[in-house]
């Protein structure tokens, strides 16, 4: 079988025809499953048992998360943190905090801005975006839909 498989690799390779590249990951991917199954001394821990993030991972995550709050940020650059894929890291994310990630960031912008709102002379837009939302308009919007007031009427009731 892996003979089969490097030489149908290698005429791939070689070729270079209408799907090539998805036709070699799969062969690729093949030979990996067949070398694991038939090859490998140890069981290998494919998976995290518990259906959550370790503390440690959720602890990496949520701090780079709360230091790069200003930044436009990637499910797959917070994923490539915990080391998972964006998919597997969504689920165990969200299982970990009960929130996803998209969620977990709206909610850490609103704090964040109200900390500012209440402790800096900033005005509203550039609360806006020193907490990474795209402009006053879009952070109004989460805001009220968080706390049930608009940043101005939030900092009002905090002065």
């Not at 960031?105 to 975006?129: G, N, Y």
């Not at 402009?135 to 805001?143: I, K, L, Y």
Request: proline share 3%; charged share 20%.
């Amino acid at each position: 079988m892996i003979q089969s498989i490097i030489s149908t690799l290698k005429a791939e390779a070689e070729i270079e025809g209408i799907g090539s590249h998805l036709l070699v990951d799969s062969f690729k991917t093949t030979l990996a499953i067949h070398l694991l199954r038939h090859y490998c001394t140890t069981k290998p821990n494919l998976s995290n048992n518990s259906g959550s993030l370790s503390q440690a991972k959720l602890r990496q995550v949520t701090d780079y998360i709360n230091e790069q709050l200003h930044q436009d940020l990637k499910l797959s650059e917070i994923a490539a943190i915990a080391q998972l894929s964006p998919y597997h890291f969504l689920r165990l994310f969200k299982q970990s905090t009960t929130l996803t990630p998209h969620q977990y960031i709206l909610q850490r912008r609103v704090e964040r801005a109200k900390s500012l709102l209440q402790h800096s002379e900033l005005s509203i837009a550039q609360i806006a975006t020193r907490v990474g939302f795209a402009d006053q308009s879009h952070f109004t919007r989460w805001f009220k839909r968080s706390l049930g007031v608009t940043p101005k009427q939030w900092q009002g009731r905090s002065q």
